[in-house]
């Protein structure tokens, strides 16, 4: 099997990349290493059945040979990110899927498309079902992501409509795990790296907003099997334990020993309240669910930043 990853030294990427290489597939990535580092991939640098192409996915147009898979996860991914980068977050979202859609259909390639539970926005159902339409403010700071993979959904839908494209849509929850950046901006690496130095741990609003946090390894384990089914339409992949800011930064507290107080700031425009999937349909077609807590998902976690100090 040959497999094309986009954003392959990126968090999640990066662990697809050993997923499949694992099983004995070749896999290409492509990565401009906008917010991915080839330290999550450096492991396989040189290998035969490797090759990273350090490009832009909005600029690729070719590859060489077959390809059987496309699996489309080229993105920043943190508010922190694609605030800073909003410009290239909207043309990864658009152009960027547009030419992996355009290449799926030249080679015959089956094509999944990294989606998101930000397409929910601030979500007034709880939890969230793939056919509950999301409350998202199309023009506010966080909508250059939330539309963005939005309209990728929309023309992703539309490749398989017009041209009977075989495609999946996974809309990840909240993922967290070793690999994450120290800088990304996202709330674990952000707590984790803050408790380890015994800094104040940042509490955006009372804390009181709510997260389901997915270990990685399950969140890969949902993808991959999401990948070999042939349903075409969103399915949410995510851990459905739903806990407050507070609940997390107590439990990080606890496992790192720190002596780290908590420092409350602003929360941030259009912050959602309320985040957890309803993994009904993940559960019927794919039989999957998670399986690893949030305690020893962070202890694994921990120990990997502790490790990096």
Known sequence: MRVL???GAGFIGSYLVDHYLDKGGEVIIIDNLLTGHENNIAQHLGKRQFQFLKQDVCDVSEIEGAIDLILHFASPASPFDYLKYPIETMKTASFGTYNMLELAKEKNAKFLLASTSEVYGDPEVHPQKEDYWGNVNPVGPRAVYDEGKRFAEAITIAYHRKYDLLINIVRI???????????????????????????????????????SFC??????????????????????IGNPNEFTIIELAEMIKGLTGTRSEFKFLPLPQDDPKRRKPDISKAKELL???PKVGLKQGLKNAIEWFRRKK
Do not use: C
């Open 5 to 7: 990853i986009t954003g």
């Open 173 to 211: 929850f909240n993922t967290y795990g070793e690999r994450m950046r120290e800088g990304d901006g996202r709330v674990i690496p952000t707590l984790i790296t803050q408790a380890l130095r015994h800094k104040p741990l940042s509490i955006f609003g009372d804390g009181k907003q709510t997260r």
């Open 215 to 236: 270990y990685v390894s399950d969140m890969v384990r949902g993808v991959t099997q999401l990948a070999q089914s042939d349903y075409s339409m969103p399915v949410n």
């Open 287 to 289: 039989n999957w669910e």
